[in-house]
């Protein structure tokens, strides 16, 4: 039997990962076919393992995009993803789960349409092609902090308000982009320490256990949102030793801002406006 469903890409994805009781395999050359694949993923109570296939090209823009990088990361420390690199540029969007196999394409208007078929040559011919030419490839490293162990941890050694506002940026249309020149996950989180008036020597000490950055680069940018006028710095006595920085929002007018707001308007300040 085969059927067509349409809608948006997470949801055409979702369905086939969702009902999925064995080892999944998902392949596409498509950046964004990867990212909702891992985002559908990361949102699954209890998601199936599912190997990722995809160019090289395809995988480098994923694991760039910090949201689904650390859920990507989340679900490989849980023994739940493995990503494979496959040099074939003309890779199709194809999900095998169990005793179906999905095609994905892109409708024009930004609708996407999933054929579904059960049958079972079909299903044995994609599932054997896609299992050969895993066994074929390298797993894909990449580097990038588990996105809920990051979380918990800003909680605890940072402010629950920090971590509340990150939730929300990463759950939100806000891409942060690991390679851009605007505004990245460092710049992300002196912004949220900064609207929670945290203290920039946890904020550092935080980001250099989870490996987002060093306490030399957290200095760095801070002072690059300070002189940008984002992010200001008062001292505060501590019971022993030199007093330490505070950080607050520069501009009073963000402080009612939503944290999504926060970081759009820095990204204006710092070098491109939110599409």
Do not use: C, H
């Not at 891409?175 to 460092?186: F, K, N, T």
């Not at 009073?252 to 759009?264: E, I, M």
Request: proline share 5%; net charge negative.
């Amino acid at each position: 039997m085969t059927g067509a469903r349409t809608g948006p890409l997470s949801d055409v994805l979702r369905r086939p990962l969702r009902d999925a009781s064995d080892t999944a395999l998902l392949a596409s050359a498509s950046p964004l076919v990867l990212r909702e694949a891992v985002l559908a993923l990361a949102a699954l109570d209890d998601p199936t393992p599912t190997r990722l296939l995809g160019t090289g090209d395809a995988l480098d823009a994923l694991v760039d995009d910090f949201a689904a990088a650390t859920r990507a990361a989340d679900l490989r420390a849980n023994d739940g993803l493995e990503l494979r690199r496959v040099d074939d540029a003309t890779l199709p969007s194809v999900v095998v789960a169990d005793e179906t196999v999905t095609t994905v394409a892109a409708l024009p208007g930004g609708e996407d349409v999933a054929l579904e078929s059960d049958d079972g040559g079909a299903v044995a011919a994609a599932r054997d092609a896609l299992e050969a030419t895993a066994r074929d490839t390298d797993p894909y490293e990449f580097s990038a902090p588990a996105y809920a162990a990051m979380l918990d941890r800003l909680g605890r050694d940072v402010d629950e308000g920090a971590r509340a506002d990150a939730e929300a940026v990463l759950d939100a249309d806000v891409r942060i982009r690991r390679s851009a020149g605007d505004l990245d996950e460092v710049d992300l989180f002196i912004l949220l320490a900064a609207r929670n008036d945290a203290q920039l020597y946890t904020l550092s000490g935080w980001a250099e256990a989870v490996g987002i950055a060093s306490r030399a680069t957290i200095s760095v940018r801070k002072r690059r949102l300070e002189d940008s006028g984002l992010v200001a710095t008062e001292k505060v006595p501590t019971d022993v030793g030199r007093p330490r920085q505070q950080l607050t929002l520069g501009d009073d007018d963000l402080r009612d801002a939503t944290p999504t707001d926060v970081v759009r308007t820095a990204r204006g300040v710092l070098g491109r406006p939110d599409p």
